[in-house]
C-alpha cells in the first residue's frame, strides 16, 4: 500500500514537473478504409483485403478487413481461406497499394504539421511527442482533435485512433483501447488506475510463453506484476522480469526517436496475382530502380547499399543485399545489380507477390562525391536530370526505357 503511495505521489510530482505528452495514432482498418472510400458501395460491408479467396480455395492471407468482417472474426495474417469460410458474403478485394501508400503520406504529412518529433512505426502509425507543442494547444485533448479532424480532411474521411498518455507503452495501450475512430488520454495521476486491472499480455514484451509462466506463478492482470516480489519475477524471467515490473508501475521512458533524417529510399511494387514470369519481375524491377532513382537525384542523394526485397506467396520475404564500391543513384546500375540478385536467387518456381528496392547507406552527403566523379558519369547524370524534366513536364509515361 505505502508502494503504491509512494508511486502515484511520484507520478503527480512528474504531472506537474516533466510529464510528457505523448500521442500513439493509428488508422483504423487502414486498407479496408481507403477501399471503402473508393467504393462507396462497400460501406457498412464486410470487406476483406488480401488475396483472391478463389471460392474457399485460395491460398494467401488476409491483409486486413472493415470492422464489419471483424464481426465475423476474420482477422489480419488469417488464411483467406479461412475467411472465406467465416465469411462467405463478405466482399474481397486485392491490395492496391499504392493508393495506401498515398494515403500514409498524406496522414505523415498532417503529423508534421503538429510536432517535428513523430516516429513512424508502420504505413499507419506513428507516435508523436507532443510535449514541447503544447502551448499552441489549450489542452491536449484539443489538439489530438484537431489532428483527427485534419487527417479526416486531407484524407477525405479515413479515421484515426489516438491514445494520449505519459508514455510510449500506455499511449498504444490506449488507442488500441479506442479504436476505432476513438480518441482516449490516460492523465498522469490516472495511469495506475488504467493500467492494473488489464491482462498482462497487453504489457510491451509479453508473448504467449511469457503469460503462461506468469499465470502459472497466479499472475494475471497488470496490477499482480506490480504487486509481485521483484525477486520473484526475475528469478522466472530473469532480467525480463524486472523490466516488466518496472513498465507495470508505470514506469515507461522510451524516448520518440524522430527519423528526420532519410536514411533509405526505396520502392515496392505488388503484383496483381503473384507471378513465376521472370522477365515480368525484371520489368518491374526497371520500373522501381527508375523510381527510387529520382527520387534520390531530387534529394541530391547516393547510396552504397542496395537491397532487394522479393515477397513470396503466402507472405514469406527476403532481402538481399549488395555494397557497391561507390555510391550511385543511376537508374541502370541499379536496375542490373536488383536484376542480377532477382535472377541468382529465384528460378521459374518461384511464385513473387512483391518487389521492393531499396537504396541506403548515403554517408556524408552529395556533394562532396562530385569531387571524385569522372566525366562519363557527369554525362549519364546529365541525360538522367533531363529525363527527368520531360517526365515532370509530361508525367511517366512520355518516356519508357526498353526492358533489357
Ligand atoms: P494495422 O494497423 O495492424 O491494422 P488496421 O489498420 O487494418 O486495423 P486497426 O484498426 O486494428 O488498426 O495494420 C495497418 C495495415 O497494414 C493494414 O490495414 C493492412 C496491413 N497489414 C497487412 O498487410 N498484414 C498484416 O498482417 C497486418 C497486421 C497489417
Ligand atoms: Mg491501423
Not at 55 to 71: F, H, L, N, P, W
Request: aromatic content about 10%.
Amino acid at each position: 500500500m505505502f508502494i503504491l503511495f509512494d508511486r502515484a505521489g511520484c507520478l503527480f510530482y512528474n504531472h506537474h514537473m516533466q510529464a510528457r505528452i505523448i500521442f500513439h495514432v493509428d488508422l483504423d482498418a487502414f486498407f479496408a478504409s481507403v477501399e471503402q472510400r473508393d467504393h462507396p458501395e462497400f460501406r457498412g460491408r464486410p470487406l476483406i483485403v488480401g488475396a483472391d479467396p478463389k471460392d474457399g480455395k485460395g491460398r494467401g492471407v488476409v491483409s486486413t478487413c472493415s470492422y464489419e468482417a471483424r464481426a465475423f472474426g476474420v482477422h489480419s495474417a488469417m488464411p483467406i481461406s479461412e475467411a472465406y469460410r467465416r465469411c462467405p458474403d463478405g466482399i474481397y478485394v486485392p491490395p492496391a497499394m499504392e493508393k495506401y501508400q498515398q494515403a500514409s503520406r498524406q496522414v505523415f504529412d498532417v503529423f508534421e504539421e503538429f510536432t517535428p518529433a513523430i516516429e513512424p512505426i508502420s504505413i499507419d502509425e506513428a507516435f508523436l511527442d507532443m510535449t514541447g507543442c503544447m502551448h499552441f494547444w489549450s489542452s491536449s485533448n484539443e489538439a489530438a482533435q484537431r489532428l483527427r479532424a485534419t487527417i479526416a480532411q486531407r484524407t477525405r474521411g479515413l479515421t484515426a485512433s489516438v491514445g494520449i498518455a505519459p508514455n510510449k507503452m500506455v499511449a498504444k495501450i490506449a488507442s488500441d483501447d479506442c479504436k476505432p475512430d476513438g480518441l482516449l488520454e490516460i492523465f498522469p495521476e490516472r495511469l495506475l488506475e488504467y493500467l492494473h486491472p488489464l491482462p498482462v499480455k497487453k504489457l510491451w514484451g509479453i508473448g504467449p510463453r511469457t503469460e503462461e509462466v506468469l499465470n502459472r506463478m497466479g499472475i494475471f492482470k497488470v496490477g499482480d506484476i506490480a504487486a509481485a516480489d521483484p525477486q520473484r519475477l526475475s528469478s522466472r524471467l530473469g532480467i525480463h522480469g524486472l523490466h516488466l515490473y518496472e513498465l507495470a508501475q508505470g514506469h515507461d521512458e522510451r524516448e520518440v526517436i524522430a527519423q528526420d533524417e532519410v536514411k533509405s529510399v526505396s520502392n515496392e511494387e505488388t503484383f496483381d496475382q503473384d507471378v513465376r514470369d521472370r522477365e515480368l519481375v525484371c520489368s518491374a524491377l526497371l520500373r522501381l530502380s527508375e523510381k527510387v532513382s529520382q527520387r534520390l537525384r531530387e534529394s541530391r542523394l547516393k547510396g552504397k547499399t542496395l537491397t532487394l526485397k522479393v515477397r513470396l506467396r503466402g507472405f514469406k520475404t527476403y532481402s538481399h543485399a549488395f555494397g557497391f564500391g561507390v555510391r550511385t543513384n543511376h537508374a541502370d546500375t541499379i536496375y542490373k545489380k536488383a536484376k542480377e540478385l532477382f535472377l541468382a536467387h529465384y528460378g521459374d518456381e518461384a511464385y513473387i507477390r512483391l518487389v521492393g528496392v531499396r537504396l541506403s547507406n548515403f554517408d556524408d552527403g552529395y556533394l562532396q562525391d562530385d569531387l571524385f566523379q569522372g566525366q562519363e558519369d557527369k554525362k549519364a547524370e546529365q541525360v538522367h536530370q533531363a529525363l527527368d524534366l520531360i517526365k515532370q513536364k509530361f508525367g511517366d509515361d512520355a518516356i519508357r526505357r526498353a526492358g533489357g
